[in-house]
């Protein structure tokens, strides 16, 4: 639907509280200068190649990266489900599977799954300042492939985690 747009001029996306689902289209990379509010829908992805869209937000990408757009899932922000400013951040929250989320919805009441307990030692750990924390939380990536979690080789089993010198703080 927006072939025919300018793909250098200022454009205007508003497809916020819809029942958009899966990806965010990496179509949209053609453009130089959108501000698209996706927030209130049930989108799971967007490529890490939005992140470098600087002058996307009206410049808020080259600030607060991806989440001038959606706060990622795990994330919301009550305002806008997307970081606007300095004081206007995503916050963490285990229940939310969806980006762009605007609160925190209850962690379910089934069993814990591997991820549901990795993400909680992230979290009580102080993952986001840890030194390296490359692949964690990221929904698409399995809990195998997160730094420092070693897996069975032949039933994809997480058998231990180290983390060595990588700036663990809690309790």
């Known amino acids: 639907f927006l072939a025919s747009a300018p793909k250098d001029e200022i454009l205007r996306v508003q497809l916020e509280y819809n029942q958009l689902t899966g990806a965010v289209p990496t179509s949209l990379l053609s453009f130089d200068r959108m501000k698209i509010f996706l927030e209130g829908n049930q989108i799971t992805q967007l490529d890490q ?64 799954t591997v991820r549901d307990i990795l993400g909680i030692f992230y979290d009580e750990m102080g993952g986001d300042s840890w030194s390296t924390n490359i692949n964690w939380n990221e929904p698409d ?30 309790e």
């Open 141 to 170: 990536v399995s809990p195998c492939d997160w730094y420092g979690v070693y897996c069975d080789e032949e039933d994809d089993v997480v058998d231990r985690i180290t983390m060595v010198d990588n700036n663990l703080k809690g």
């Open 49 to 112: 190649e939005f992140c470098d869209k600087k002058d996307w937000m009206g410049g808020n990408v080259a600030l607060y990266g991806c989440d001038a757009i959606l706060c990622g899932a795990n994330y919301y922000n009550e305002d806008n489900g997307r970081q606007t400013s300095g004081e206007s951040k995503c916050d963490r929250c285990r229940g939310n599977k969806v980006m762009g989320a605007f609160e925190c919805a209850p962690v379910s009441t089934g069993p814990l």
